[in-house]
């Protein structure tokens, strides 16, 4: 007789809990990989929309206007309110960032 398989523990970490503007009917949500560079910035710009994102490796330099700039690391999450006007800039290091506008 074979003895029961090894049971996995699913682990489930919150990055982050995102509190929406306003309610309106979503009819799209799309998950992207960003990679940049090292040293590669976007520039200024603005969503039309909410975005959220995850570091995935690496680390970037994110700023909305009229904010401190912050570096986040791997493993970090960030979230911009739509038409938050900001720029993102790897530090050096390629960086991979997941968003959801």
């Given at each position: 007789?074979?003895?029961?398989?090894?049971?996995?523990?699913i682990?489930?970490?919150?990055?982050?809990?995102?509190?929406?503007?306003?309610?309106?009917?979503?009819?799209?949500?799309?998950?992207?990989?960003?990679?940049?560079?090292?040293?590669?910035?976007?520039?200024?710009?603005?969503?039309?929309?909410?975005?959220?994102?995850?570091?995935?490796?690496?680390?970037?330099?994110?700023?909305?206007?009229?904010?401190?700039?912050?570096?986040?690391?791997?493993?970090?999450a960030?979230?911009?309110?739509?038409?938050?006007?900001?720029?993102?800039?790897?530090?050096?290091?390629?960086?991979?960032?997941?968003?959801?506008?």
């Amino acid at each position: 007789m074979n003895p029961a398989p090894e049971r996995q523990t699913i682990i489930r970490k919150p990055l982050l809990t995102a509190l929406l503007d306003s309610v309106k009917t979503t009819k799209r949500i799309e998950i992207k990989q960003i990679d940049f560079a090292p040293s590669q910035a976007t520039g200024l710009h603005n969503h039309p929309c909410p975005v959220v994102g995850y570091i995935a490796r690496g680390s970037v330099n994110f700023q909305v206007e009229g904010e401190p700039p912050k570096t986040l690391h791997e493993g970090d999450a960030l979230r911009r309110q739509s038409r938050d006007v900001g720029r993102t800039a790897s530090s050096g290091l390629t960086a991979s960032a997941s968003t959801s506008p």
